[in-house]
């Protein structure tokens, strides 16, 4: 899987799981806020249930303990003060002999009633009640009203069940029973409820069985379905669930950048620095008159978990982060560590080092002076510092001749490419000369700067240096460049940069 791809799942998958745990939070409060409302609807109703209980007693016991023996306007008299005061009573009646001959609303009845059985009775009260799903109230007889009937002695009250439902109930299905034994017996809401939800299974939240604890026959069964919930609260659904696909959406984004900010080429060079993501590499330098190896150039490479950078990516973004000397530090102690170790290696054999010219300027190369694996190393140092205006400064002449009363050798790298300022070149107190790869490649061509070659000699012998030709691949070319008194060679003729194990084997070849 190309790495882009990788990445790209990566935040795809981070944004879907930051929104589907965003909906479970959501579904939860959700939840949390549909269960509120079925138990605010359920204690509603049993506030009811407890209240008109109170009223019921609050009216039939004083009436019967008044005593009457009929209906006369004494008898209505009393019945219409209890009324008077009522929330739950619509109709007060009186009976004689089981037959109902007088109520608050129509007076004396020109005909008896006969009272019907009850749906259960109340043993310890005397309590008769009976549900009335259709009844026509003498004042009101072309209307239909759902009533409770309660009766207690001589008298019997009518509770409209409309007052249960006063609007503010969101609960689409309720119902209020009466539990007798093992009958369940239906007053209010829609008949059926309670039975379906003891019996079947629901989701989560969406439904709720409570009772009265003063009255604890008397439950109440609700039931409100999250389809139902989510139509009633759509608006603050819609507005939540966009929240939660920009937070889905955002945290792709996020991931993502970070991820790219992760594999950015700066971000893998600083952490690189701290997690031996460099390593060194060693070019042999190979004396061209006799053939041997003199030495070896240190060049630098990078591998981390994302892949290869090449020194034409880190070298620029090391120099513009002020990274150079922390880049050289680890060098160092990494190559003198590894070479060290290698004993085939003579007295006198050429480390060559690269050296950033902005760390001459800023005084860091003073510091190699004190270190004493390089001052006593058996290695000659060569530090290599390539062409720039750095150099041409009076700061940068005394950090160089510290260096060279230290022991360690300064070489000019890729000279003519770079910053050239020749009148200055017997002031720089370096002992060596590098002819850059593009002088040697033009060769073969016989270009302009292949044609510089003797010009360049010229200043070597005059300043006394010593010259190495980097970037040799055939034998023409060595052959021109030892014509031309050129010391020393570098390129993939004699080896090309390979890791510490692979020069030690290379070494070991030579010294056969």
């Known amino acids: 899987m190309k790495k882009g791809h990788k990445k790209s799942i990566i935040a795809l998958l981070t944004g879907i799981l930051v929104f589907v745990t965003g909906s479970l939070i959501l579904l939860y409060f959700a939840g949390q806020k549909l269960a509120a409302t079925i138990s605010e609807d359920a204690t509603h109703l049993v506030k009811h249930i407890d209240t008109a209980l109170q009223e019921r007693r609050r009216i039939l016991t004083p009436l019967n303990n008044l005593g009457f023996k009929q209906c006369d306007q004494a008898t209505l008299l009393e019945m219409r003060r209890a009324l008077f005061d009522a929330k739950y009573v619509i109709d007060i009646g ?42 026509y109230l003498l004042l009101f007889s072309d209307r239909p009203m759902e009533v409770i009937i309660v009766r207690q002695g001589d008298y019997n009250l009518i509770i409209d069940t409309k007052v249960f439902n006063d609007d503010v109930i969101s609960s689409p299905m309720w119902e209020v029973v009466y539990k007798h034994k093992r009958s369940i017996n239906h007053l209010a809401g829609q008949s059926g409820v309670y039975d379906t939800l003891v019996n079947n299974v629901y989701l989560p939240y969406e439904r709720r069985l ?35 696909c920009l937070a889905g959406v955002s945290s792709a984004l996020l991931v993502d950048n970070l991820i790219a900010d992760r594999r950015s080429t700066f971000n893998r060079i600083r952490l690189g620095l701290n997690k031996n993501s460099f390593y060194w590499t060693y070019q042999p330098i190979i004396c061209l008159q006799t053939g041997t190896v003199i030495g070896c150039e240190v060049l630098a490479r990078f591998k981390d978990k994302y892949g290869t950078l090449y020194p034409d990516q880190f070298i620029p973004l090391l120099r513009k982060n002020n990274l ?89 790298d890729d000279f003519g490419t770079g910053y050239s300022n020749l ?33 360049i000699m010229e200043l070597v012998k005059k300043f006394n240096y010593t010259c190495v030709a980097e970037g040799i691949e055939t034998s023409e070319q060595e052959a021109i460049l030892k014509t031309a008194g050129v010391h020393y060679g570098q390129g993939w003729k004699y080896g090309r940069p390979m890791k510490v194990n692979k020069f030690h084997e290379y070494m070991a070849k030579q010294s056969v």
């Open 94 to 135: 009186f009976f004689k002999n089981d037959q109902l001959v007088c109520t608050t609303g129509a007076g004396l009845l020109d005909k008896v009633i006969n009272d019907k059985s009850p749906d259960y009775i109340i043993v310890d009260e005397n309590i008769r009640v009976r549900f009335e799903p259709q009844l």
């Open 210 to 244: 409570i009772c009265s604890e003063q009255n604890s026959n008397y439950c109440v069964a609700l039931h409100m379905p999250w389809n139902k919930f989510f139509a009633k609260n759509h608006f603050l659904l819609i507005i939540s669930l966009i929240l939660t």
């Open 324 to 412: 150079t000397w922390k880049f050289t530090e680890a060098m160092i102690a990494k190559v003198l560590k590894e070479l060290t170790a290698i004993d085939i290696l003579p007295e006198g054999f050429k480390v060559s080092l690269n050296i950033f010219p902005c760390d001459v300027e800023q005084g860091n190369v003073s510091s190699l002076t004190q270190v004493s694996e390089l001052t006593n190393s058996r290695f000659i140092i060569c530090l290599e510092i390539t062409e720039d205006e750095y150099l041409d400064t009076s700061i940068a002449h005394a950090h160089f001749r510290t260096l060279v009363k230290s022991g360690f050798n300064l070489s000019l």
């Open 423 to 455: 009148k200055n070149l017997q002031n720089l107190s370096f002992h060596q000369l590098k002819i850059d790869r593009t002088f040697v490649q033009d060769i073969a061509t016989e270009g302009l700067k292949a044609s510089m070659i003797p010009n």
